[in-house]
């Protein structure tokens, strides 16, 4: 009876497993469902994005056709998947065009460079050969085609030999070609030139022509007209030309008692007339006096020279001299490069660099009248920071004093186990290295025992 029981109560329990299958199932299955149901969906990206940019930036964006907003580059559009058409446009630089395919989700980045609007310009002119000049730069002959211009206004000069010239201006305003014709006109007038007496020597615009009678074509304007002849004064006048017409011109001439024409070599000799100071080398003196003067020149570094001179009247009686050398001169060399020299306390120049770095070019001093003259060196480096001496300039010679050679502290040296110096190097190679700590000290250290040497600079103490 037990064994019985026990197996009906295993069915039972087994029937109740069985239906609580049978419902938990679709409950289970319903509850499933509505948990996914409430869940929240997560958005699907409908749009792309277009990042542009341009070189220059600020261009104007136009996309397929549409101006949706105002929007100038560097931007980011959120645009409808598919194909788009993109213009940029800013002022002064030509439009560019482009496809672009966006897709959803997706970002896609153009980088676009602007080309700058050129326009050009054909110049003509009748006659052609005229010069065509643009901000004071003459840019060719017509007919003449200048390109790559920006936008903007423009102007030019025109001008051709014997004729009017002529200033146009032009506008660009893109890349459209312009063509430009210039009619120049004839300005030439005609000059006759005389003279009382004739044969006077005729300079127009101070350019040498001819002799009286004279007769030339000029250009209309404002003309400068000199004329001269010998024994008599030299005269002037302007003289205005119309084209298309003939002026005549007479210039009486007025007779010179005599002049003298001084002349000396070298120049600059101041000249003396019966000791009055008239001026220096090359001197004209006019309207003097037939006779006999005592004429002096003088020229610092130079002796004196005195002679007798005569005028001839309506003549001009050419005076020669040639003038010896009274100064002499220093050729000095001072070692190292770079040290200042005063000549009597003035400065006179500073030591440059020779055949090498420490050797100094030789410095010619001339036009010293004979005498005692000092010179001081100067060097922020040197010790004693200055030194003078005395040289004595003897007349029409030149003194060449022994090469002076200055202490002047070029380096950094390092040597081991020892304070770190400033010092005047002389030798450094790679075996040895000869220097000097101080004047009258010479120094000679292996190589090996060198920790450090290089070229003092500014901010080294």
């Not at 446009?89 to 959803?104: C, F, Q, T």
């Not at 040289?391 to 070029?410: D, E, G, M, S």
């Amino acid at each position: 009876m037990g064994q019985i029981e026990d197996n009906q109560t295993f069915r039972s329990i087994k029937s109740e497993k069985k239906m609580m299958k049978t419902y938990l199932a679709p409950a289970i299955s319903l509850g499933i469902l509505l948990m996914t149901s409430c869940a929240p969906e997560k958005p699907r990206a409908t749009k792309g994005q277009l990042e542009l940019n341009s070189n220059p930036q600020g261009a104007d964006i136009l996309v397929d056709s549409t101006l949706k907003s105002k929007k100038q580059t560097p931007v980011i559009l959120s645009l409808s998947p598919g194909t788009h058409l993109v213009k940029l446009s800013r002022d002064n630089y030509l439009p560019l065009w482009r496809y672009v395919k966006i897709s959803a989700g997706r970002k896609v980045t153009l980088n676009l460079k602007l080309t700058p609007v050129r326009g050009a310009v054909l110049i003509n002119s009748e006659p052609v050969g005229a010069k065509v000049v643009m901000d004071g730069k003459n840019q060719g002959i017509t007919p003449l085609v200048i390109t790559d211009l920006k936008p903007g206004e423009y102007s030019a000069q025109i001008e051709h030999l014997n004729r009017a010239p002529r200033m146009v201006k032009w506008t660009v305003n893109g890349v459209r070609p312009q063509k430009i014709s210039v009619l120049l006109e004839s300005d030439i007038g005609v000059l006759v030139l005389k003279t009382e007496p004739s044969r006077a020597k005729v300079y127009i615009d101070d350019k040498i022509c001819g002799f009286t009678p004279y007769k030339t074509e000029l250009q209309e304007g404002r003309h400068n007209v000199r004329v001269k002849l010998n024994g008599f004064a030299e005269a002037k006048s302007a003289v205005d030309i119309v084209r298309d017409k003939t002026t005549d011109k007479t210039i009486k001439l007025i007779r010179l008692p005599g002049s003298f024409e001084f002349r000396s070599s070298p120049e600059g000799a101041v000249v003396y007339i019966n000791n009055r100071s008239y001026g220096k080398t090359p001197l004209t003196v006019p309207d003097l006096q037939s006779g006999k003067y005592k004429v002096r020149v003088e020229k610092s570094g130079f002796d004196s020279i005195s002679r007798d001179a005569y005028i001839t009247e309506g003549r001009t009686n050419v005076v020669e001299f040639t003038l010896k050398r009274n100064t002499g001169g220093i050729d000095l060399i001072i070692n190292p490069p770079g040290v200042t020299v005063y000549l009597n306390g003035k400065k006179y120049s500073t030591t440059t660099e020779g055949e090498s770095k420490n050797l100094s070019k030789v410095i010619h001093i001339r036009n010293l009248p004979a005498g005692t003259y000092y010179i001081m060196l100067a060097h922020k480096r040197m010790v004693p920071s200055t030194k003078k001496y005395k040289i004595v300039v003897k007349k029409a010679a030149i003194t060449r004093p022994k090469p002076i050679n200055l202490w002047v502290a070029n380096s950094v040296l390092k040597v081991k186990d020892e304070p770190q110096i400033i010092a005047l190097v002389y030798e450094e190679n790679d075996k040895r290295v000869i220097y000097s700590p101080e004047p009258g000290v010479k120094i000679t250290r292996k190589r090996s025992e060198i920790e450090l040497v290089r070229p003092l600079t500014e901010t080294d103490q």
